[in-house]
């Protein structure tokens, strides 16, 4: 009787699963199979749900739209400089509030996190203003420099590093070690499954960001992959195979990301979480 009540729990347990995993899986696979699809054929009835043929013609209409290459390269190279810039600073900023005592240390850092309640929309205003006054609109630093110092990063690493043994920080300094040699050689090599996890989480962030690269960068061959799909959706006629497509290849590099570092990702996040 017990067995046989486990396994409808089982079964109820692997259904809901099962379910779920086709409600979340679906959105991608209509993307892709769309993608390959003319409009016609996309709002047919009934719905095409196997790859059509006009996968070449879409890609090269896209390719005339918006420079594919030009704006894939754009989108890479800000979300790749922008993660780089985000994780050395949010390593070295969250060694220092895990592993030194300073005074204020505990307060400074509780305006940090302070700063995460804030929505985004109510700094475009005087974050724009900034940029205007500096000098750095229509240029990368714009887009790049004002989010590198993440306080969501600096939380991250800070709660991971919080977990290395200070008696083998101690050691390295009775051996002579130097501070940035600690940081460098010995703690941040301990740190990869957090790196992994705050890198994914960053470039996913500065890969889809569109409003604030809408707002700063004007140049159409300084723009990047979501700014310029959005130039796609006019007012007359709308083209959704090409719309699709460029979702897609929008779409790709974040799950490819994923999938490989998806073990780092997990247990970096999980790392955070418990510890105080």
């Known amino acids: 009787m017990v ?80 993660t780089i810039f985000t994780l050395a600073l949010s390593s070295i900023t969250g060694y220092a509030f895990a592993k030194f005592e300073f005074k204020g240390r505990n307060y400074l850092f509780g305006a940090i996190l302070l700063t995460m309640m804030l929505p985004g929309q109510a700094t475009m205003i005087p974050l724009f203003d900034i940029m205007k006054a500096f000098g750095w609109l229509n240029s ?14 600096i939380f991250l690493m800070r709660q991971n590093m919080l977990k290395v043994p200070d008696s083998l920080i101690e050691a390295a300094r009775i051996d002579g070690c130097g501070e940035f040699a600690i940081f460098y050689k010995i703690v941040l090599p301990t740190m990869r499954p957090s790196i992994a996890a705050l890198g994914i989480y960053m470039f996913m962030a500065q890969w889809g960001n569109f409003m604030w690269q809408l707002i700063v960068l004007n140049d159409s061959s300084m723009k990047t992959l979501p700014v310029a799909l959005s130039s796609l ?28 570092l998806q073990k780092q990702f997990i247990s970096g996040i999980l790392g955070g979480a418990l510890k105080e």
């Not at 420099?145 to 990063?153: D, L, M, R, Y």
């Not at 006019?234 to 990301?257: C, F, H, N």
């Open 140 to 153: 990368y630093k714009a887009v790049i420099i004002p989010g590198i110092a993440s306080a969501f990063g």
């Open 3 to 82: 067995d046989s009540k486990n396994k409808i729990k089982t079964i109820l347990s692997y259904s809901i699963i099962i379910i779920g995993v086709i409600v979340s899986l679906f959105p991608f696979y209509w993307m892709f199979i769309g993608a390959t699809n003319s409009s016609a054929d996309i709002f047919s009835f009934p719905p095409k749900m196997v790859p059509g043929k006009s996968f070449m013609k879409n890609l090269s209409a896209l390719n005339e739209q918006i420079d594919l290459q030009r704006v894939i390269f754009n989108s890479f190279f800000v979300a790749i400089t922008y």
């Open 233 to 260: 959706v006019g007012l007359s006629r709308v083209d959704y195979g090409q719309v699709l497509l460029g979702a897609s290849l929008s779409t790709l590099p974040v799950i490819a990301i994923f999938l490989i």
